[in-house]
Each structure stands twice: as C-alpha cells, then as structure tokens.
C-alpha cells in the first residue's frame, strides 16, 4: 500500500539517475580529451614513424595504378576492412585509456605508469591503406611503447 500510495518516489528516483549518469558521461567525456591532449605531445615525439605515414608525393607505381580496377579493389577493400578494424581499434583505446587513468590516480598521478598503458594503446594505426593489404607497410595496431628509444 505504501508503494502504492507514492508513485513520484520511483520517478525522483530515476530523474537522480539520470543527473548522476549525465555527470558521469561527462567526466568520461573530459578524461577522454584530456588524455587526447596528454598523449598528443609524446605521439608527436614518435616523429620518425609519421613520415612513414604520409604516401610518397611521387612515384611511378602509384601514379599509374590509381584508375585501375585493382587499384580500385584495394581502396574498397580498404573501407569495408577500416570499419571493423577501426571500431576495434577504438574501443583498444578507449580501454587504454581508462585503464590508464585509474592506473595513475591508483599510482597517485605517476605520469609515466599512465603514459606507459596510453601511448601503446592510443597510437597505432587506426585506418587499412593499401599499402598495408599488398604488404608494402606493416598495419601496427599496438602503437610505440613509451621505452622506445628516441631517435
């Protein structure tokens, strides 16, 4: 009968729910673009693995093939294999990153132990090129470790 006799309670109580888990996807939110922020300096100190990204501003293979049908199924097969991979590939991160947030707030903010878990999970390759289905490039899922020497 008491139930009853109070229907609002329920909804108080869902509506609490709710502000809580905006908050909580909120600082989800801020966390995740604060690693971004964080990891962005040491991705950019791996300067020797981003020329290796940009395609070669000429060649005579890749002018030539780019209209071919081949050329073609590579770009296809490409997309339809960054979709999975990539979903993978961020949810990786995203787990990186959580985990190496509660690794430094248990660590009682020990950048380097957070940094160790980010860096590996966050960089990598999140995009299928060509080069990597024809086996030109090699398709790094787990980015650079934090002890990679520096070049």
Not at 52 to 71: D, F, R, T, V
Request: negative net charge; proline residues 6%; charged residues 10%.
């Amino acid at each position: 009968m008491l139930e009853s006799s109070h229907p609002w309670k329920t909804g108080m109580n869902t509506n609490r729910f709710l502000r809580v888990q905006d908050r909580l996807v909120l600082l989800v939110g801020a966390i995740l673009c604060t690693l971004l922020v964080v990891t962005g300096e040491s991705v950019l100190a791996h300067g020797e693995d981003i020329s290796e990204m940009s395609p070669p501003s000429s060649g005579p293979s890749n002018s030539s093939n780019l209209s071919s049908p081949k050329a073609a199924g590579l770009q296809a097969s490409c997309w339809a294999l960054t979709i999975p991979y990539g979903a993978a590939k961020m949810a990786y991160a995203i787990g990186g990153g959580i985990v190496g947030s509660l690794a430094w707030a248990i660590t009682g903010g020990n950048m380097e132990v957070a940094k160790s878990i980010w860096i590996p999970s966050m960089t990598g390759e999140y995009i299928v090129q060509p080069q990597h289905l024809t086996g030109e490039k090699h398709l790094y899922f787990v980015g650079a470790s934090s002890e990679a020497p520096l070049s």
